[in-house]
T-cell receptor, first 118, second 110 residues
Framework: GAVVSQHPSRVICKSGTSVKIECRSL??????MFWYRQFPKQSLMLMAT?????????EQGVEKDKFLINHASLTLSTLTVTSAHPEDSSFYIC??????????????FGPGTRLTVL | GQQLNQSPQSMFIQEGEDVSMNCTSS?????WLWYKQEPGEGPVLLIA???AGELTSNGRLTAQFGITRKDSFLNISASIPSDVGIYFC??????????WGAGTKLIIKP
């Protein structure tokens, strides 16, 4: 199997607070995880690539100081939205790349986290 | 950023009908992937294609990796109500990042 979990599934917070979202690969190790953001009726937008033991690589236009990513182990990556504002409200989805015997890596997605900033 | 051309944008079909959707790209990909996403959930991998010309089935779903490596299609035969959702194609290049289509929303008329 290839199961990826996210926690929490939903979070509501006040403007100015920070929110941490966890992404775990439950039955495989993932040296690489990805964080996406999805607006209503749109496709997934890659925010950053999270590499175990090293700094994340952010896509153009994504503020690294705003969206802190930590990939401390082969099964866990965290995304912290710092000083959240209403415009940060979105659906955040992580994925983990599973390398099947060293060939044909495939991304498996978590169930997503709905963030609402009041 | 780059996005694949996925069509149609939406489909209204009767239960039992066959469905076909496709994606095209100006770039070559090493892998084509098809995902399904339901409201409030993350995408679920349906089919992965790794070789040009490859035709792969998963139950009632069939997908093909175009011979030019720039396109792929997904067919669903004999649609059922639980097939509703948004289907996304994604191309994976040598850097393993995914380039996404805009999605095809499938709606089944009662």
């Amino acid at each position: 199997g290839a199961v990826v979990s996210q926690h929490p599934s939903r979070v509501i917070c006040k403007s100015g607070t920070s929110v941490k979202i966890e992404c775990r690969s439950l039955d495989f190790q993932a040296t690489t995880m990805f964080w996406y953001r999805q607006f209503p009726k749109q496709s997934l937008m890659l925010m950053a690539t999270s590499n175990e033991g090293s700094k994340a690589t952010y896509e153009q236009g994504v503020e690294k100081d705003k969206f802190l990513i930590n990939h401390a182990s082969l099964t866990l990556s965290t995304l912290t939205v710092t000083s959240a504002h209403p415009e940060d409200s979105s659906f955040y989805i992580c994925s983990a790349r599973k390398n099947s015997g060293g060939a044909r890596p495939t991304q498996y997605f978590g169930p997503g986290t709905r963030l609402t900033v009041l | 950023g780059q996005q694949l051309n996925q069509s149609p944008q939406s489909m209204f079909i009767q239960e039992g009908e066959d469905v076909s959707m496709n994606c095209t790209s100006s770039s070559i990909f090493n892998t084509w992937l098809w995902y399904k996403q339901e409201p409030g959930e993350g995408p679920v991998l349906l089919i992965a294609l790794y070789k040009a010309g490859e035709l792969t089935s998963n139950g009632r779903l069939t997908a093909q990796f175009g011979i030019t490596r720039k396109d792929s299609f997904l067919n669903i035969s004999a649609s059922i109500p639980s097939d509703v959702g948004i289907y996304f194609c994604a191309g994976q290049g040598s850097n393993y990042q995914l380039i996404w289509g805009a999605g095809t929303k499938l709606i089944i008329k009662p």
